[in-house]
């Protein structure tokens, strides 16, 4: 069973940083992908971005990159997001993803999610 768990969201004013971690376990960290995704009140939860256990490969939805890097810790089985430039529009629970396979995207295509973390841009 891979287990993710999330932490180090909060408040933050509009143009501040945020780092993000998603502790994983050993199992999944090696191997899989590792993603994050976000959901908004009322709206679908969105891909973040993803970074390959295999090949240390990334990939950012177009509106995230440049301001969003995923980077990881493989002594501690961690995966940060360290979001940049924060805006109100990035408030939300964030979500850590794991898959086998590679890079994707899309919700469905990902089989271990952890509990989420807040967080709140304020303008």
């Known amino acids: 069973q891979v287990q993710l768990r999330e932490s180090g969201g909060g408040l933050v004013q509009a143009g501040g940083s945020l780092r993000l971690s998603c502790a994983a376990s050993e199992r999944a960290f090696g191997t899989y992908v590792l993603a994050w995704f976000r959901q908004a009140p009322g709206k679908e939860r969105e891909f973040v971005g993803a970074?390959?256990?295999?090949?240390?490969?990334?990939w950012y939805a177009g509106s995230m990159k440049g301001r969003f890097i995923i980077s990881r810790d493989n002594a501690k089985n961690t995966v940060y997001l360290q979001m940049n430039s924060l805006k109100p529009e990035d408030t939300g629970v964030y979500y850590c993803a794991a898959r086998r396979g590679g890079l994707g995207s899309l919700v469905g295509e990902y089989d271990y999610w952890g509990q989420g973390t807040q967080v709140t841009v304020s303008s």
């Open positions: 970074r390959s256990g295999s090949t240390d490969g990334t």
